[in-house]
């Protein structure tokens, strides 16, 4: 990929209008905030400064029973508080956006401070309209959480999507450590449309095989923006999206999306359901 692609006109306006791009912050916490719509809770792991091959417990292996059809149980140790660097980026140092999309990451990425365990079980993909293998869109935040709710799930939180899309390696994208155009549905730089009247560029799970995290979830970079409930922001703040979607943005694991309401609904904005893992016959005893 060449580091020096030229972002469009039209990215320069959309990333300003569309999404308040920023980089979510890392927190270090002794567990994730939990809430009426958030069931959750964690444990914490003893510090360290380096991430582990393998943290996760046993119970693992109860996967095909732990989770609904569709579904894929996550079952790990999570970091809160990761450090990325950049080793290199996608546009030249003198362009608006130079330090926006990376290119390529250091191996391994570093936890500062201690991990929490995570168990709930996620969508294997993205909600897929009725009759179709293409992502439901225009959808809200709003829309999202009565969507989850009718199959007796409930919006990810911002904690587990990021885990979902990293995995125990903290990769920075779902599929490694270097940007790739051609694993997900990103980077699309022709006919974009405008603001408020997007082309609709939505692709299947199969369209992209490549684009799986280390859990074996498809579509967490690109393709429609989820939402998902941020539990450490300000309250009033908490809806926000992951993943991006199909234009060249950010697309890393713990980027975040900012800038639309609960109510917002675009071209770009689709659903994918989180749900607590049951409890496996080991755990229970």
Known sequence: MSRKLALPLFFLATCASIFACTKEEARVGSARTTNAAVPATTTQAPAEEAPQASATPPEKSDAPSACPAGMILVDGMYCPNAQEKCLEWMEPPNDPYAHFRCARYAEPATCKGPRVHQRFCIGATEQLEEGTQLPQNKKSYDDAAKICA??????????????????????????????????????????????????DHRSTPADHPNCVSPFGVHDMAGNVAEWVTDTHAPKGSRT?????????????????????????????????????AQESEISAK
């Open 150 to 199: 009718a199959s007796g799930e409930r919006v990810c939180t911002s904690d587990e999507w990021q885990f979902a899309c990293e995995g125990e390696e903290m990769r920075p994208y779902p599929y490694g450590w270097q940007r790739d155009a051609t694993a997900c549905n990103v980077d699309i730089m022709k006919g974009l449309g405008h603001v408020g009247r997007l082309v």
């Open 240 to 276: 926000v999206m992951k993943g991006a979607w199909w234009l060249p943005g950010k697309h890393a694991c713990r980027d975040v999306q900012r800038g639309h309401n609960a109510v917002y609904a675009g071209t770009e904005t689709g659903v994918r359901c989180c749900k607590d």
